[in-house]
């Protein structure tokens, strides 16, 4: 009797018949699905860039199912793309059994930020199409990527102009060197012909041109840090301390948590990306949501003009620090002035902009002698200033919505629309930290996940439609 069955096909035996890598993918597995998604897509102005001519390309399509099947899977290395390619057989379906090796890959994805963004464009579409996205209530956040900048080559001014310092003194001292030993060279060069840099140099020299372009980048935009391997980069607080990163903006859609727009930006803050990622939810929907919200980070004059002239109901708390009290002082919009519990007037003085809100200030010059002038300013100041938001108007209601019932059961929601979306970008698919440098690199790498977790989106809808059709 047998204990052990035998293998269906031992190492060295011959397949009868050739097998086909169909076999090896279940009819049921997502990898089926992202290869329909891609095939479905509209291709042409990625097709456009081959023009014919030297050794054949691989086909950008598989290419591109490769390359958003692995950050599904939370392979972003073009190394680990190439090595998968060849071992796992959910990448040789996609490739068709071809095999890209990782420069190529990394050449791909490097090149081509418009495909990428046409990719997830279409994903957006789809899930539309679908019903996936219904736009009836989206949230707006922003999720910090740390940059491809290791700490210590992260600088402030002081500490590049030290740096750049050390490193002339330091090529000085590999030149004094080399004469000293000139007459060792023989020994030092072998069959060299003796007349090349040391490597040591070389490596001086390389860092010091790499240093001298992030100074010119950080004196070129007044600022005060520079991350030297990607001056794109600006330095942001991070859960982990302040980093070299960029900004992701997503705007999620409630239904069922698809993003339906998505970039990289520069700033910090979040106060100015309100109107410019609405605009690209218009761009790739031809529909503008219902209702948003957007965490106190979002609140500008810009973002609150901007909804209300788009008749967008939005809901983003005033988290500003609040001015000098006014109780007592009473507004006149005829004379644009506030007047004191003593009458006097407190007139119009200037105008300020903090964190994208506009502020104008008040200031009465007639306090010497009131009675009131130590408890109304305090010791350390002659005057009583006030400063009134310029869209007071919009600001009340935008308060008194997010202080109503249903603006607080709205707002509830924000979390768990957008915050699990970043949750599965960055801990699913490990993106915690970026592998390609420059704004355009972050791009790239951003759309690539948000189009893989779309894409995610749609085929476990597929998968459970084909259930419900088995079932019934």
């Given at each position: ?17 050739p097998?086909?890598v169909?076999?090896?993918?279940p ?11 891609v095939?479905?897509?509209?291709h ?17 399509k ?9 950050y599904?899977?939370g ?19 996609l490739?068709e059994?071809?095999?890209?090796d990782?420069?190529?890959?990394s050449r791909?994805?490097k ?5 990428v ?5 279409e994903?957006?579409r789809i ?5 996936l996205?219904l736009?009836?209530?989206?949230s ?10 290791s700490?210590k ?5 002081d ?18 060197e ?12 072998g ?6 840099l040391?490597?040591e140099l ?8 790499r240093?001298?372009?992030?100074k ?6 007044g ?8 001056t794109?980069?600006r330095?942001?607080?991070?859960r982990?301390g302040?980093k ?13 948590q698809v ?7 520069q700033?910090?803050?979040?106060n ?29 004059t ?21 001015k000098c ?7 006149e919009?005829?004379?644009d002035?506030?007047i ?5 007037a ?5 105008e300020?902009?903090?964190?994208g ?15 009131r ?5 305090g010791?350390?100041?002659r005057?009583?200033?006030i400063t009134?938001?310029v ?18 059961s709205v ?20 993106m915690?930290?970026?592998?390609l440098?420059?704004?355009e ?7 690539l ?5 779309n894409i ?7 998968i ?9």
């Open positions: 009797m047998k204990i052990f069955r035998e293998p269906v096909a031992p190492r060295g035996q011959i397949f009868l018949l097998p086909s169909e076999d090896y993918v009819g049921d597995s997502a990898v089926r699905i992202v290869s329909e998604i095939d479905s897509m509209d042409s102005g990625l097709y456009a860039k081959y023009t014919g001519g030297g050794a054949p390309a691989y086909d950008p598989i290419m591109l199912k490769l390359i958003v099947f692995g599904s899977q392979v972003r290395s073009s190394r680990r793309i190439d090595a998968a390619s060849g071992q796992d057989m959910r990448f040789m379906f490739s059994m071809s095999h890209p990782f420069r190529t890959i791909f994805r090149e081509n930020l418009e495909a963004n046409i990719s997830f464009r994903t957006v899930s539309m199409e679908m019903g996205a736009l009836e209530h989206c707006v956040d922003g999720t910090k990527l740390e940059a491809n900048v700490g080559e992260t600088y402030s001014k500490r590049l102009e030290k740096t750049l310092e050390l490193i002339d003194k330091r090529i000085a001292q590999i030149l004094e080399a004469d000293r030993i000139e007459e060792e060279e023989d020994a030092l060069y069959d060299a012909r003796g007349d090349e040391p490597s070389k490596d001086a020299i390389a860092r010091k041109k240093l001298e372009a992030a010119k980048a950080m004196d070129e935009a600022r005060h840090t520079v991350g030297a391997t990607d794109d980069s330095l942001m607080k991070t982990s302040n070299a990163a960029y900004n992701g903006q997503a705007v999620v859609d409630k239904e069922n993003i339906v727009a998505a970039d990289v930006v700033d910090e803050t979040d100015r990306q309100y109107a410019p990622m609405m605009d690209d939810v218009k761009a790739n929907t031809g529909a503008k949501p219902e209702k948003t919200s957007g965490d106190g980070g979002y609140f500008s810009e973002s609150i003009e901007y909804a209300a002239n788009e008749g967008i109901d939005a809901y983003i708390p005033d988290t500003s620090p609040k009290p006014r109780e007592g002082f009473v507004y919009e005829e004379r002035a506030y004191c519990p003593e009458g006097k407190l007139t119009l003085c200037g300020r902009v903090n964190k809100l506009e502020y104008r200030i008040y200031r009465c010059y007639r306090c010497t002698g009131c009675p002038a130590e408890a109304c300013h010791k350390s100041s005057y009583k200033e009134r938001r869209d007071d108007h919009l600001q009340q209601a935008m308060s008194a919505k997010m202080k109503s019932e249903e603006g607080r707002y509830r929601l924000r979390k768990q629309i957008v915050e699990p979306v970043f949750g599965n970008i960055k801990a699913n698919m490990g915690r930290r970026l592998l440098r420059g704004l690199g972050a791009k790239i790498e951003y759309l996940a948000c189009t893989a977790h995610g989106k749609i085929a476990r809808y597929w459970q439609e084909k259930a419900l059709m088995i079932a019934g």
